[in-house]
């Protein structure tokens, strides 16, 4: 069975920056797209980015686009997300999920969610 | 306000044969067929119940079932039970920029 295990959600001030990370195991990671999707509290889902198999190309959310980076790691298995310039309407639980061979495929696999909090 | 609509609510008894909808525009609904499904239970992770539209994946029941009709994608869950209670989001793969849309989530009650 798929997992995938999100960490690095804490409570963080406007403006500042954090790194998401996920890690991946029971498939094989490097031939996969992997993607980002977030819910703040309470509310609905929102996608956010999402990564090539060998992370030459990634795609993301106007809201983000320009503040977050998607990048992987196929040697360890890893997924990040780094964040700067964050905004309190960025708090939310950030999913980590797999996708499928290419961009038209949905986030397929979800982990449980890392928290991220921004507020002063 | 969310690229695709749902309506907020839905609610049925057991047994009984719901539907959501989900309404984009050509450039997502109506322009693919990479339309999913996903039911999300309090506290937990979205979970993946249709991709393509109508593919389930392995595991999914078959009570759950999907459609589309011009701009406008359809979740079907017949023979309701009490544990499908939840809330249903629809993606859909898009042009416009971002890649992605999501509705804004529809919550079942089963009475």
């Known amino acids: 069975e798929v997992q995938l295990v999100e960490s690095g959600g804490v409570v963080v001030q406007p403006g500042g920056s954090l790194r998401l990370s996920c890690a991946a195991s029971e498939f094989t990671f490097d031939d996969y797209v992997m993607h980002w999707v977030r819910q703040p509290p309470g509310k609905g889902l929102e996608w956010v980015s999402l990564i090539t198999w060998d992370g030459s190309s990634a795609s993301y959310a106007d809201s983000v686009k320009g503040r977050f980076t998607i990048s992987r790691d196929n040697r360890n298995n890893s997924l990040y997300l780094h964040m700067d310039s964050l905004r309190p309407d960025d708090t939310a639980f950030y999913y980590c999920?797999?996708?499928?061979?290419?961009?038209?495929?949905?986030?397929?696999?979800w982990g449980q969610g890392t928290l991220v909090t921004v507020s002063s | 306000q969310s690229a695709l609509t749902q309506p907020a609510s839905v609610s049925g008894s057991p047994g009984q044969s719901i539907t959501i909808s989900c309404t984009g525009t050509s450039s997502d609904v109506g322009g693919y067929d990479y339309v999913a499904w996903y039911q999300q239970h309090p506290g937990k992770a979205p979970k993946l119940i249709l991709y393509?539209?109508?593919h389930r994946p392995s595991g999914v029941s078959s009570r759950f079932s999907g459609s589309k009709s011009a701009n406008t994608a359809t979740l079907t869950i017949s023979g309701l039970h009490v544990d499908d209670e939840a809330d249903y989001y629809c993606?859909?793969?898009?042009?416009?920029?971002?890649?992605?849309?999501f509705g804004g989530g529809t919550k079942l009650t089963v009475l």
């Open positions: 993606t859909s793969y898009t042009t416009t920029g971002t890649l992605w849309v």
């Open positions: 393509e539209v109508n």
């Open positions: 999920s797999k996708g499928g061979a290419g961009w038209s495929t949905p986030p397929m696999s």
